[in-house]
C-alpha cells in the first residue's frame, strides 16, 4: 500500500550546524506533506507543512522542500540547537483516502554541544 | 485549557482480557485518530474518525474496535488482548482541513 518513509535512521550534528531530515514518499496524490517533531516521552507535536503544489515553505529556523519528480521530502533546520534534540517523522495527508493523517518511520536527530 | 486526554497513562494487563483506552478532547475537533509506537516502527495509524458517528480503518486495525458516539470523545478498544498489542498508543485530534495534529500524551500498554 501507500507508505511515506525515511532515509536514514539516525542524524547527528554538531551545534551550530545546519541539519537536514530526509523523507521518501509513495502517495503522488497527498494533499499535504507535514514535519513532526517528537521529543522523548511526549506525542509529535507539529513543525510545518507543505501543500503538494509547493516547492518549498520557511518557517522559523525551518525549511521544507518537496520535490515532486523523485518524491522526495526535507526538512532542513538552521543553526542546530540541543533543543532540537528529538526524532522528527514525515507525514502525509490525503483527502481523497479519507484524510487520514499516515506517518512515516522517523530519523532520530542527535545534537552534539 | 486541557487539550486532548488520554487514560490510563500505563497499564499492564494480562492476555484475553478486554481494555478500553480513553481519549478526550475539548478542542471541538471534528478529526480523530488513534497510533500505535512500537520502537523503531514509528507511529500506525489504527483507526480514525472524521466526525463524530462516522470511523475508518487505519493502517493496522485488526484486534482494536473504535466509536465516536460524540465530538469529543474516542475511545479504542482491545476486545481480546494480545501479547503483540505491547505498545505505546497516541491519540490525536485536529481540525478536518487542517494539518496540525494534536497528540494525547500516550497510553504505555503491556500485555503479558
Given amino acids: 500500500g501507500e507508505s511515506v518513509g525515511l532515509h536514514l535512521p539516525t542524524l547527528s550534528v554538531q551545534e551550530g550546524d545546519n541539519s537536514i531530515i530526509n523523507c521518501a514518499y509513495s502517495n503522488s496524490a497527498s494533499d499535504y506533506f507535514i514535519w513532526y517533531k517528537q521529543e522523548s516521552g511526549k506525542g509529535p507535536q507539529f513543525i510545518i507543512d507543505i501543500r503538494s503544489n509547493m516547492d518549498k515553505r520557511q518557517g522559523q529556523r525551518v525549511t521544507v522542500l518537496l520535490n515532486k519528480t523523485v518524491k522526495h521530502l526535507s526538512l532542513q533546520i538552521a543553526a542546530t540547537q540541543p533543543g532540537d534534540s528529538a526524532v522528527y517523522f514525515c507525514a502525509e495527508i490525503d483527502y481523497n483516502q479519507g484524510g487520514k493523517l499516515i506517518f512515516g518511520q522517523g530519523t532520530e536527530l542527535s545534537v552534539k554541544p | ?112
Fill in chain 2, 1 to 112: 485549557i486541557a487539550g486532548i486526554t488520554q487514560a490510563p497513562t500505563s497499564q499492564i494487563l494480562a492476555a484475553g482480557r478486554r481494555m478500553t483506552l480513553r481519549c478526550t478532547q475539548d478542542m471541538r475537533h471534528n478529526a480523530m485518530y488513534w497510533y500505535r509506537q512500537d520502537l523503531g516502527l514509528g507511529l500506525r495509524l489504527i483507526h480514525y474518525s472524521n466526525t463524530a458517528g462516522t470511523t475508518g480503518k487505519g493502517e493496522v486495525p485488526d484486534g482494536y474496535s473504535v466509536s465516536r458516539a460524540n465530538t469529543d470523545d474516542f475511545p479504542l478498544t482491545l476486545a481480546s488482548a494480545v501479547p503483540s498489542q505491547t505498545s505505546v498508543y497516541f491519540c490525536a485530534s485536529k481540525k478536518t482541513m487542517n494539518t496540525e495534529a494534536f497528540f494525547g500524551q500516550g497510553t504505555r500498554l503491556t500485555v503479558v
